[in-house]
């Protein structure tokens, strides 16, 4: 609708609502209707880009499903050897066996990369199995304590999940600075440790949020923790680039996955509790509001960028928070 319009449609709402005013009812000029509205179509899940990463090893961590399964399978299919890390061991070995069984090259590692030990092992395993580690996604992480693989159980889990500061306990966190921050960090010594010896260059990304740009309702552990993920980056981005090794993140906002499926039940649990509710201030991106059916991001589209952040085409991007929220840091 034009200013003009939409400034006499005021003005005849004003005249025929007006109380004792004298004015005789003015019949309503309705708006026009909206033209040209257009969902925004999403990356298509079995896009991919043919031998972008051919020869190349990379390392995803949280492989066991959501983003992290994603960016392992459409690695693979673009020709990297891929080895995947999860401590939910049976989904990960799933998404690497469906990786071979569709003649890609994988292997997977169990364990949890808050511990060195872990970390230690995949990157000696990607060696052992392919020679070298090229690119990392540092994608494992945590919304509150209560371990991934479990199901919900609010009432028997509530120490362990997201609270204001006031009611949060040591445990929730602990146990989530531990995936969240530690384990990036310890992922990230590991791989900039083979890096830097093979002297070859490289590239990480790791998996932040929007959480980690911006403050978000209840979850402290949560956000402290992804702010350490953007610090992380950065300083890796300044002490690595002298080796030819870029350092980026990713920071979503609503993404189509378990984890983000699980904290919405949370929340739903949270909220028959007395208190403000200062999380339904802002709910959805700038995308996500305007799309018919309210989507949230795909994880085929965070893969994207992830990849792209990978790839030789995005030489010149280090030291990099990208927003790829829908808008959601924009407005």
């Not at 459409?74 to 070995?93: C, S, T």
């Not at 649990?269 to 991106?285: D, F, H, L, R, Y």
Request: glycine share 10%.
């Amino acid at each position: 609708m034009e200013r003009r319009d939409l400034l006499k449609y005021s003005a005849f709402m004003t005249l025929a609502t007006a109380a004792g005013s004298g004015f005789a009812q003015v019949p309503l000029k309705q708006p026009p209707p909206v033209l040209g509205v257009k969902d925004v179509d999403a990356v298509p899940e079995n896009y991919f880009v043919p031998d972008r990463f051919k020869g190349k090893t990379i390392i995803v961590t949280g492989c066991a499903r959501g983003m992290g399964a994603a960016a392992a399978i459409r690695a693979a299919r673009e020709g990297a050897n891929v080895v995947g890390v999860d401590w939910i061991e049976d989904l990960g070995a799933a998404t690497i066996k469906a990786i071979t069984d569709a003649g890609g090259k994988a292997i997977f590692v169990a364990g949890d990369v808050g511990k060195t030990e872990t970390c230690e092992r995949m990157v000696a395993a990607a060696v052992q199995q392919f020679g070298r580690v090229d690119y990392a996604i540092n994608n494992a992480g945590v919304m509150d304590g209560v371990y991934s693989g479990d199901p919900i159980n609010y009432q028997k889990q509530k120490s362990l999940i997201f609270a204001p500061v006031h009611l949060a306990s040591d445990e929730y966190w602990d146990r989530v600075f531990h995936s969240n921050a530690a384990g990036v960090f310890r992922s990230m010594r590991s791989e900039l440790k083979q890096m830097v010896a093979q002297g070859g260059g490289g590239a990480i990304v790791n998996v932040g949020s929007i959480a980690g740009l911006t403050g978000l309702s209840g979850n402290p552990a949560y956000v402290a923790s992804k702010h350490a993920v953007t610090g992380l980056t950065r300083n890796a981005a300044i002490d690595y680039a002298p080796y030819g090794i870029r350092v980026n993140s990713v920071n979503m906002a609503a993404t189509d996955t378990p984890m983000v499926a699980r904290a919405g039940a949370l929340v739903k649990e949270a909220s028959k509790e007395a208190g403000p509710k200062m999380g339904m201030i802002k709910t959805q991106s700038i995308l996500a509001y305007a799309d018919s059916q309210k989507r949230p991001a795909t994880v085929w589209e965070q893969v994207s960028v992830m990849l792209f952040l990978l790839s030789p085409e995005a030489s010149n991007l280090t030291g990099a928070t990208y927003a790829t929220d829908g808008g959601w840091t924009t407005y």
